[in-house]
């Protein structure tokens, strides 16, 4: 679908995920100024007055870099609301937002009528964060905007089911924004999303091995190092099933091919669950794309990247077209 503004301006397609801990306004306002969508939690921000310091400060430093570059506008940015109980900042963040007025807000874990209305109501819009078509239409009918299908194989909280499967069943039904997540790493998967029918694609961990990330340097070289086989599916550290990197658990002294369950009824998202190392500081989360990362560089550059792929295979994919056609 045509992308409303300001999200027509965009570079490239994609959406920055926001990453726990690791994005803060230095990742962000470095997407941004690279043409692409930033985001990141608002429980990132803390203690909770730290958001409105940082909201102000993306916002200041993004009208400066319009002003100086006006044929070179930066991207919007957006922020992640956890919609879940054990979240009890929520009502004080949305405050937050509502006073720099965020154009784009990612919901995660819950869908809430009250929530969408009220980003509505400063003139945001809403993505919510989806692993099943039964899930994205009960977004969709509590007023969200768009959607982020996360497939199997994306970093984080993660889906089983194939982005194929997510993309063909939701756009049986649904023409608005859809931002694809799962293992997208490089430009030509980007030019991919957009062929299954999404609008942006989503894409989280290669911004952890950037010079902005806020990550340790361990958790830089571990991506860089990292192949697909080095990510193992676990519920065990946050009730919820997610992606993360073997290295971690195992130097967490852990089996990761052993995990014992995790307990739904203790989800805490910023906590290891039962286990003394603590997700997302100590097990490190990964989606399964991480081949594609062979170094740690400035977003400018990765982004650089990107755009380099996409522009190529978009030009393969025209001469493979016209083959077929001739």
Known sequence: MSLPAPFDRLRLPVIGSPLFIISTPDLVIAQCKAGIIGSFPALNARPSGVLDEWLHRITEELAAHNRDNPDRPAAPYAVNQIVHKSNNRLEEDMEVCAKWQVPMTITSLGAREDINQAVHAWGGIVLHDVINDRFARKAIEKGADGLIPVAAGAGGHAGVLSPFAMMQEIRQWFDGLVALSGSIACGRSVLAAQAMGADFA?????????KEANAQAGYKDAIVAGKADDIVYSNLF????????????????MDP??????????????????????AWKDIWGSGQGIGAVDAIDSVAERVDKLEAEYNQARSELAGKAGMALA
């Open 238 to 253: 946050t009730g919820v099933h997610g992606n993360y990197l073997r290295p971690s658990i195992v130097a967490a002294g």
């Open 202 to 210: 989503y894409i989280g961990s290669p911004w952890i091995a950037t």
């Open 257 to 278: 091919d052993n995990l014992p369950e995790g307990n739904v009824s203790t989800m805490n998202f910023g906590s290891g669950g039962n286990t003394e190392a603590k």
